[in-house]
């Protein structure tokens, strides 16, 4: 039985670990360390040669901070899920090679883990009693999916997103307006000021499951282009672009638990961050149906998710040999595609 798992997530520009120990209300969150690479910044975006040489750098005292905040030692570990895609390959493979290195020297159980199937399970570490059937909107900077969870390990793909991800329209239109990256959080706090105003559009609003946010950064860029004091409009252009993205997010999920009859959704990825994105869908939920949104730190990239995804895995008797494979393309074990609906 596994008492210690120790999880290990270096897909993009953060490199995480974590210290997952069981308890009678399962998983419980021992130790979560979380290095934010900032040398991104000043280029806009995340450089993935720089992205692996911090992750090689951070690993290992990332890896000592979480077991010494669990109180615990590498000997206390008795099995290590890492994630092995999607995500950049350099990245990927640094924790990779970590984690295999690690299992190989204590010969301990192994188990690789898909990024989005860690941010489905990021909300269970504060809710332990959540379960599926379940609808998951899984908004990160790289995917849009929502999914239709009947059991864990078993994933019904409704829609994802034809072009840009929900997050990648945020640190676009960031991009555009200035404001930095990553631009989820900096359009979350101007938005807080601004007026929805621009009347932007909904794309695919009433459209099936899938979501297109490219014709909506487009529309932003010639708002942008057309102001005459970007300064003074820079706050209304935040809250009228986040406002149609959250419009269409909503709507989605609404006609996600109406399609299922599920009675629950969780939301994860960087875009569930969001503190706004979350009170509109708990306003527009009917009654009776609960909205869970795990705290910003587990919905960010993070290796508690990752832990909790391989936990479940390292349970139902999977293990990976040291051959498994980093893979920038993952596919997601468990997930079926979509079935056809109106
Ligand atoms: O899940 P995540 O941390 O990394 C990926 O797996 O991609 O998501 C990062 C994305 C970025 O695009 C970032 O701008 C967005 O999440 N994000 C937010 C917020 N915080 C992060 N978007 C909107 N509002 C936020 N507060
Ligand atoms: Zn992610």
Known sequence: MVEVVLGIETS???????????SDEGPRLAGLTI???DVHAIF????PELASRAHLTAITPVVRQALDEADLVLDDVDAVAV????????????????????????DLPLVGVHHLEGHVFAATLSDTRLAPPLVALIVSGGHTLLLD???????RLLGGTRDDAAGEAFDKVAAMLDLGYPGGPVIERLATTGVDRFAFPRPMRSDGFDFSFSGLKTAV????RASTDLEADRADLARSFQEAVFDVLVDKVDRALQHTGYPRVVLGGGVACNQALAHRVRDAMHAGIEVHVAPPRLNADNAAMIA???WFHLEAGTRHGLDLDADPRLAWP?????PLVA
Do not use: F, M, N
């Open 12 to 22: 993009c520009d953060e490199t995480s670990a974590a210290v997952l120990v069981r």
């Open 35 to 37: 290095l934010s690479q």
């Open 44 to 47: 806009r975006g995340v450089v």
């Open 83 to 106: 994630t092995a895609g999607p995500g950049l390959i350099g990245s990927l493979l640094v924790g990779l090679c970590y984690a295999k290195g690690v299992a190989a020297a204590r």
């Open 149 to 155: 969870v009947p059991a864990w390990g078993r994933y």
């Open 221 to 224: 860029l010639y708002a942008a």
């Open 308 to 310: 909790r995804a391989g």
């Open 334 to 338: 468990g997930l079926e595609p979509a």
